[in-house]
């Protein structure tokens, strides 16, 4: 009997990205079954279909790509749930692997390496460039020999939430940080929420007196 074609769902806040990269994974043995442009509808979408492969953002409106990673990867043990990002900071790396991603690829990658990556998911491939996976290895050693983990805090913190975080340390409002990074001010104050209740701290002054001691 033929081999069933991989199942993937796609999330990305982008709609031509989306498109872009639906085109690449036009093939016969892949067959894309849905796409969201947010964690909460991908979060209906990957539990309705139950994809072999959830190719995932990081930056996401309201919740961030690494905190849909923790909901989802316990409920979908049989999902690879790959990111797949601009991102190339370490702690969005360490925090996506640390809450059950199998994998990390970066949007400069051509359709063709971004089709081989997720063909390569069958046979047991590691979706991951090797200084990602070397990045991987290193903390883990770390760990291993009694070092400790980074900042579990620090890693758990999207891209977009660090940004926020900084300019809210510069004193700057909502409306000015929305304007400085093209979001609404609504999504401005749920990635606030967000990052308090991830540095476990109760308003924005000790979020900011956090982010100035480093």
């Not at 036009?26 to 979060?43: F, L, N, Q, T, W």
């Not at 990081?58 to 990867?73: C, F, K, N, Q």
Request: hydrophobic share 40%; charged share 30%; proline share 4%.
């Amino acid at each position: 009997m033929a081999e069933q074609p991989l199942r993937v769902l796609l999330v990305d806040d982008h709609a031509l990205v989306r498109s872009a990269i639906r085109q690449a994974l036009d093939a016969p043995d892949i067959e894309v079954v849905g796409e969201a442009g947010s964690a909460e509808r991908a979060m209906e979408l990957a539990l309705e279909h139950r994809p072999d492969v959830l190719l995932l953002d990081i930056d996401l409106p309201g919740m961030s790509g690494v905190e849909t990673v923790r909901e989802l990867a316990p409920r979908l043990p049989d999902t690879r749930i790959v990111m797949l990002t601009v991102s190339t900071d370490r702690r969005d790396l360490l925090g996506a692997v640390r809450n059950g991603a199998s994998g990390y690829l970066t949007k400069d990658l051509t359709g063709e390496a971004l089709l081989r990556a997720v063909r390569g998911i069958r046979q047991g491939d590691l979706p991951m460039s090797r200084a990602h996976a070397a990045t991987v290895m290193s903390h883990l050693a770390r760990g291993t020999r009694g070092g400790g983990e980074t900042d579990a805090v620090g890693d758990a913190l999207s891209a977009r939430e660090r940004e926020v975080l900084r300019l809210l340390a510069e004193g700057l409002t909502d409306r000015e940080i929305a304007s400085a990074l093209s979001i609404s001010p609504r999504t401005v104050e749920s990635h606030v929420s967000s990052l308090l209740r991830k540095l476990g701290v109760r308003n924005r002054a000790e979020a900011a007196q956090r982010y100035r001691e480093g």
